[in-house]
């Protein structure tokens, strides 16, 4: 049973209003594409969303067979929204017939020789991420996917499976009912997504997160020339990369962001009469008052300063026309134009990624709620499974794939106050520095004696253990740390509560088949409420104490019944 919980997401979700974009405003654009039927493959449920979304912003994701779990998270959290206008494009064909099965609207391109990703049959059954010349392949394929939709028509959120949607972004993004704060970027051809940790990077003088790496797994490509050929270059430098053989390392992010830095990006002065005459256009009355805001109060709007191809025809189409191929006939006539694009990014604590979101926390303390969260940043994810994925939004409550008898079936053991005494935390700080690793090291071997002795007990009694929420001492990254944080974070406050797999990991608990809830478990809604109150508490003699008494004064308790086991922390086992 993989039906998820409604509930799931709500905490996060804002009073949202679907305003879509007009048809008539969105053609009225001056540089928008010249639309060509959509050459795709569709199943009848995404022939119905796209024949009622066409005036409307597209939700678009990728998947493969090796996500499908990812993919019924996605799917949950966009239709908890609300939102009905998404496809899931499919890059191999278990994926196509999975969707097909699921009723979800699916599309994937037509049967076609060259560089298709599923055409070698790979894909189906890991991970493909770990598969750097599949990837990369696969990305090709993703920028013919989503190049389609655009030529088409759509204005296109695209998004990772790995993102859960938590509240509706649509007006934010409509030029004319965005906050002032976006005002400009929702103007953007291209808008993009950051891994970025470094707040003040994501400001003026930051330059608005242009001069850090963008992240693919969230972007907006609106119905233009611009966005168009912004696609077609990254498409393009991909296909050259697998031609000349040189996959290694690479993905289809790292391309991406060559194709677009390289065309030099200028930021737009906010006086200046084309985005005056932008803001006008698309119903804003405020525009002057915009222009003349505090700098770091509105998102700038950049502009490529070097012109990119605009072709009408998709670059497959087109290249097999030139050979005369068989869908020569299918090409359109080409009027190739340059164009230069704009672009704008969405901010870190409201497009948040898997640091800003699970480790920083920007959302709470900047007060702005998070309309999604990508989980990045993360570790333990295997060419089998993503597990450090999966148990980031389980930890937070966003993984909606669980069955029900996750949350219902068996005996848990919970562990009562803190993991850590404050003469344990005096004692390692008298020893170590506040930035010194070392400190982390002696805070958090108490934290392990006792899930050490959790997990014993656990195994004892028969029961799964519910994991405690876990402090840090220092973040976790794969290089150097500077403080004991990322080098480019200067915000995180020392110690901090941490994501599971900052302290595990998590494929060894997989591999050893270890019985354990995350800390959240007992207040997910999918848990029965009965469980949380059904308790009986265990004390655990120390070695040579005689059994009985008194909870709480060094007993052992035998359990004779059902729900939750509590276990002071203090009575860890000899």
């Given at each position: 049973?993989?039906?998820?919980?409604?509930?799931?997401?709500?905490?996060?979700?804002?009073?949202?209003?679907?305003?879509?974009?007009?048809?008539?405003?969105?053609?009225?654009?001056?540089?928008?594409?010249?639309?060509?039927?959509?050459?795709?493959?569709?199943?009848?449920?995404?022939?119905?969303?796209?024949?009622?979304?066409?005036?409307?912003?597209?939700?678009?994701?990728?998947?493969?067979?090796?996500?499908?779990?990812?993919?019924?998270?996605?799917?949950?959290?966009?239709?908890?929204?609300?939102?009905?206008?998404?496809?899931?494009?499919?890059?191999?064909?278990?994926?196509?017939?999975?969707?097909?099965?699921?009723?979800?609207?699916?599309?994937?391109?037509?049967?076609?020789?060259?560089?298709?990703?599923?055409?070698?049959?790979?894909?189906?059954?890991?991970?493909?991420?770990?598969?750097?010349?599949?990837?990369?392949?696969?990305?090709?394929?993703?920028?013919?996917?989503?190049?389609?939709?655009?030529?088409?028509?759509?204005?296109?959120?695209?998004?990772?499976?790995?993102?859960?949607?938590?509240?509706?972004?649509?007006?934010?993004?409509?030029?004319?009912?965005?906050?002032?704060?976006?005002?400009?970027?929702?103007?953007?051809?291209?808008?993009?997504?950051?891994?970025?940790?470094?707040?003040?990077?994501?400001?003026?003088?930051?330059?608005?997160?242009?001069?850090?790496?963008?992240?693919?797994?969230v972007l907006l490509f609106r119905a233009t020339k611009g966005a168009v050929a912004v696609i077609d270059e990254w498409r393009l430098r991909m296909s050259s990369a697998i031609?000349?053989?040189q996959w290694t390392l690479q993905n289809d992010q790292l391309f991406f962001n060559h194709a677009v830095k390289a065309q030099g990006l200028v930021q737009l002065p906010r006086?200046?009469?084309?985005?005056?005459?932008?803001?006008?256009?698309?119903?804003?009355?405020?525009?002057?008052?915009?222009?003349?805001?505090?700098?770091?109060?509105?998102?700038?709007?950049?502009?490529?300063?070097?012109?990119?191809?605009?072709?009408?025809?998709?670059?497959?189409?087109?290249?097999?026309?030139?050979?005369?191929?068989?869908?020569?006939?299918?090409?359109?006539?080409?009027?190739?134009?340059?164009?230069?694009?704009?672009?704008?990014?969405?901010?870190?604590?409201?497009?948040?990624?898997?640091?800003?979101?699970?480790?920083?926390?920007?959302?709470?303390?900047s007060g702005l709620r998070p309309f999604m969260v990508h989980t990045t940043h993360q570790f333990a994810d295997t060419s089998a499974y993503a597990l450090g994925k999966r148990?980031?939004?389980?930890?937070?409550?966003?993984?909606?794939?669980?069955?029900?008898?996750?949350?219902?079936?068996?005996?848990?053991?919970?562990?009562?106050?803190?993991?850590?005494?404050?003469?344990?935390?005096?004692?390692?700080?008298?020893?170590?520095?506040?930035?010194?690793?070392?400190?982390?090291?002696?805070?958090?071997?108490?934290?392990?004696?006792?899930?050490?002795?959790?997990?014993?007990?656990?195994?004892?009694?028969?029961?799964?253990?519910?994991?405690?929420?876990?402090?840090?001492?220092?973040?976790?990254?794969?290089?150097?740390?500077?403080?004991?944080?990322?080098?480019?974070?200067?915000?995180?406050?020392?110690?901090?509560?941490?994501?599971?797999?900052?302290?595990?990991?998590?494929?060894?608990?997989?591999?050893?088949?270890?019985?354990?809830?995350?800390?959240?478990?007992?207040?997910?809604?999918?848990?029965?409420?009965?469980?949380?109150?059904?308790?009986?508490?265990?004390?655990?003699?120390?070695?040579?104490?005689?059994?009985?008494?008194?909870?709480?004064?060094?007993?052992?308790?035998?359990?004779?019944?059902?729900?939750?086991?509590?276990?002071?922390?203090?009575?860890?086992?000899?």
């Open positions: 049973d993989r039906s998820p919980s409604r509930g799931l997401g709500d905490v996060y979700k804002r009073q949202s209003v679907d305003r879509p974009v007009p048809r008539a405003r969105a053609a009225a654009r001056a540089n928008a594409v010249e639309t060509l039927p959509l050459e795709l493959a569709l199943n009848d449920a995404a022939r119905r969303v796209l024949g009622a979304a066409r005036d409307r912003m597209l939700f678009l994701t990728f998947g493969s067979g090796s996500m499908t779990d990812f993919m019924h998270n996605w799917m949950h959290h966009v239709q908890r929204l609300g939102v009905d206008n998404y496809v899931l494009a499919a890059l191999d064909e278990r994926t196509y017939a999975f969707c097909e099965s699921a009723g979800y609207p699916t599309a994937r391109l037509p049967a076609r020789d060259g560089e298709r990703a599923q055409a070698a049959g790979k894909g189906d059954a890991s991970y493909y991420r770990m598969d750097h010349e599949l990837f990369l392949r696969m990305g090709v394929e993703k920028a013919d996917l989503l190049g389609a939709f655009v030529r088409a028509g759509y204005d296109v959120l695209l998004s990772d499976l790995d993102v859960a949607w938590l509240d509706d972004p649509r007006g934010y993004l409509d030029p004319a009912t965005a906050p002032d704060r976006s005002a400009l970027m929702a103007l953007a051809d291209v808008v993009t997504a950051s891994d970025a940790v470094d707040v003040a990077s994501d400001s003026e003088a930051g330059g608005w997160l242009t001069r850090q790496e963008i992240n693919t797994g031609k000349a053989r006086d200046s009469a084309p985005l005056l005459d932008a803001l006008a256009a698309a119903g804003r009355s405020n525009a002057r008052e915009l222009a003349a805001a505090r700098a770091d109060a509105i998102r700038g709007l950049y502009q490529s300063s070097k012109a990119l191809r605009y072709s009408r025809s998709p670059p497959h189409l087109a290249a097999r026309a030139a050979a005369g191929g068989a869908a020569a006939s299918a090409a359109p006539a080409d009027a190739e134009t340059r164009v230069r694009f704009t672009l704008g990014t969405f901010s870190i604590a409201e497009f948040a990624n898997g640091h800003t979101f699970f480790v920083q926390r920007l959302h709470e303390l148990q980031r939004l389980r930890e937070h409550m966003l993984w909606a794939v669980d069955p029900p008898g996750y949350f219902s079936d068996g005996d848990y053991l919970q562990i009562v106050g803190p993991l850590f005494t404050a003469d344990d935390i005096a004692h390692a700080e008298r020893r170590f520095g506040a930035h010194d690793p070392r400190r982390h090291i002696a805070a958090d071997a108490r934290q392990r004696e006792v899930l050490r002795d959790a997990l014993a007990l656990a195994r004892a009694t028969a029961r799964t253990l519910i994991m405690p929420e876990l402090t840090c001492w220092c973040d976790r990254f794969w290089n150097t740390l500077r403080a004991c944080r990322y080098p480019t974070d200067r915000t995180l406050a020392l110690p901090f509560s941490c994501p599971m797999d900052h302290l595990f990991f998590l494929d060894k608990w997989d591999k050893a088949r270890l019985p354990f809830r995350e800390s959240s478990f007992l207040r997910n809604p999918r848990t029965p409420a009965h469980l949380a109150r059904s308790v009986v508490e265990l004390s655990v003699a120390r070695a040579g104490a005689s059994a009985g008494g008194a909870p709480g004064a060094g007993a052992r308790w035998v359990w004779n019944g059902t729900g939750a086991l509590a276990m002071p922390p203090s009575a860890c086992l000899a």
